[in-house]
């Protein structure tokens, strides 16, 4: 662990996290190196030199990363650099369960306050899935392009989505959201607090609601999107994230599934047969063997008997 924890505030439990029957053990925090001054900068030795990956290197990329975030508008690339430098110490300390879910965020975002930002979520799934591809946010929203066309017209077949006449893509988007998890269904029902699976995903704003109202009596502490007239705000349990226009609502449950992967959370049960098809339609990444269930093996053999697979 090369995080410094006195700079949250509080340390998470010590502990351990049980994975797979096995008792992983938690990481020490040793002494981590002072931050560097403003005027230091990466140098390629910081990748090359056989310390690259030395925790007191690993501490100084994270040092310099917590002070470029306090900057006001910190630059991307700067920020992107620093974040492809301690990847591997990141995951770890992510991917370490011994926080509880609804609590991971929170610790997450403070260790990292730069995955409020959209951008830098993208690009973590993109270091996740497929690193060396610089090519892969491009390819990830072409293929969910396509596979919302072809949703569109499986939706109108099964007779669960209108022909899209007369909306916009924004309205088509939200549409499309409400029904994928009545596509795709899940066994297990939504909890009697929860309307519909589809809140899981989305949720439009009735005429003088209050978005934060809503979070706040919200049981579910996965991602969402809380869409307005003007824009959308997505939200991870009853937490605020970030806004973005409302246009890009087409690309939401990308970003959905962005902060899943970094935010190490657990798919929910009444979605979660949506989300394994999306993980293994449009991400491309593995499905485990125990998320092979019977209502993901059927949806799977209807998506592709309909698509021609």
Known sequence: MILDRSTEGSSSSDSGSKEGGKRRPRCSLEEVPSPPSSSDSIQPADIDSPDADSPATLAKHYKTLQTMCKRKNPNHQDVAHLLDLEF?????FIDLNTVREEDRHDKILAAYPCFKDIGHVMDELQRILDKDNGNFIDELKGRWHDFCQ????????KKMLKPPMGMDKAEQAVEILHQLPSLFPSTSAPSKRVRDASEALV???QEK??????????PLSCPVLIVSPSNCLLA????????????????????LMAYYYTLHHTYPKC?????????????????????LTSSYKKSMAEWKAFIGQ
């Not at 072809?150 to 077949?157: E, H, L, P, R, S």
């Not at 991870?236 to 970003?255: H, M, Q, S």
């Not at 949506?274 to 593995?286: E, P, T």
Request: aromatic share 8%.
């Open 88 to 92: 591997g110490a990141r995951r770890a």
């Open 203 to 205: 949720h439009v704003l």
């Open 150 to 157: 072809k949703v569109q017209f499986f939706g109108v077949w």
């Open 209 to 218: 609601e209050d978005p934060h109202a809503y979070l706040k009596k919200r």
């Open 271 to 291: 979605v979660a047969t949506l989300l394994s098809v999306i993980q293994k339609g449009v991400l491309l990444d593995k499905i485990h063997e125990q998320d």
């Open 236 to 255: 991870v349990g009853d937490v605020p994230i970030t806004t973005f226009p409302k246009d890009k609502v087409t690309e939401g449950a990308l970003y």
